[in-house]
């Protein structure tokens, strides 16, 4: 399945770790099989994948399933996040397979969380983290300039012809963003946010620094709004488990 490579995705603020993590998984891996192998053939073990459009249809597309800082999140739009944290893990279940090494989503990730706890509480930190960014610029008065508004639009009419060919509509680009899980409503939310970290970096700190200085100070200062985002699940919603859907 082809991605949206056009949206460049914000650095992470707090999941660097989950990839430190895997990279070390993988390296770990690699290291261990080579170590083994003059002694034991390597047998790949093969990966039972989640059934991503059984899950999807766990819920109602439109269902409310949270609110972060009082804003209504519907379940396409959690499952976006949800969704890309599961294919994050099963990368690293791909990866160990190949070198003979069986994970499942009953193993641990780390002491006292089992990995199919880490994309929900993965996708929980990518939604306050938007939250974050969106606070910032409230509290400090940053707005978005009509040019950029407009580069934005431009942004979504490239990406439409892109992925649906020449003359293509908003409607098709929904149509294609769908198949990835990605509703038109997070696409719209990361284009702008990301437009909105960048003005942030310009306008609170000067833009973007060679030693990385200016990006540090920025990120500190939505560390400090994220620790006043408040997530909640919806009363009576309740998150299905990966595990239900593995097959």
């Given at each position: 399945m082809k991605k949206i490579v056009s949206l460049v995705l914000l650095i992470c603020l707090l999941f660097t770790g989950f990839i430190s993590y895997r990279q070390v998984l993988a390296v770990k891996a690699e290291r261990e099989a080579a170590a083994s192998s003059d002694e034991a053939e390597i047998i790949p073990v093969e990966v039972a994948l989640v059934d991503r459009e059984a899950l999807l249809a766990s819920h109602a597309p439109d269902e409310v399933v949270a609110t972060v800082d009082g804003k209504e999140i519907r379940w396409d739009e959690y499952y976006y996040f949800y969704s890309s944290f599961i294919e994050e893990v099963e990368h690293i279940f791909t990866y160990f397979g190949a070198y003979g090494y069986s994970l499942t989503w009953e193993d641990e990730y780390e002491e006292g969380m089992l990995f199919s706890e880490v994309p929900?509480?993965?996708?929980?930190?990518?939604?306050?983290?938007?939250?974050?960014?969106?606070?910032?610029?409230?509290?400090?008065?940053?707005?978005?300039?009509?040019?950029?508004?407009?580069?934005?639009?431009?942004?979504?009419?490239?990406?439409?012809?892109?992925?649906?060919?020449?003359?293509?509509?908003?409607?098709?680009?929904?149509?294609?963003?769908?198949?990835?899980?990605?509703?038109l409503s997070v696409y719209r939310q990361m284009l702008r946010t990301n437009a909105l970290y960048r003005q942030e970096l310009s306008d609170l700190f000067g833009g973007a620094s060679d030693d990385g200085s200016n990006e540090a100070a920025l990120s500190a200062a939505l560390q400090e709004c994220l620790r006043e985002v408040q997530f909640a699940y919806a009363d009576g919603f309740s998150l299905p488990d990966i595990r239900d859907y593995v097959g």
């Open positions: 929900p509480v993965n996708a929980e930190g990518s939604i306050c983290q938007y939250t974050a960014i969106e606070a910032l610029a409230q509290e400090k008065g940053i707005t978005l300039s009509e040019e950029t508004e407009e580069e934005l639009r431009a942004q979504t009419a490239a990406d439409a012809e892109r992925y649906c060919g020449e003359g293509a509509t908003e409607e098709q680009l929904e149509a294609y963003l769908a198949e990835i899980y990605l509703p």
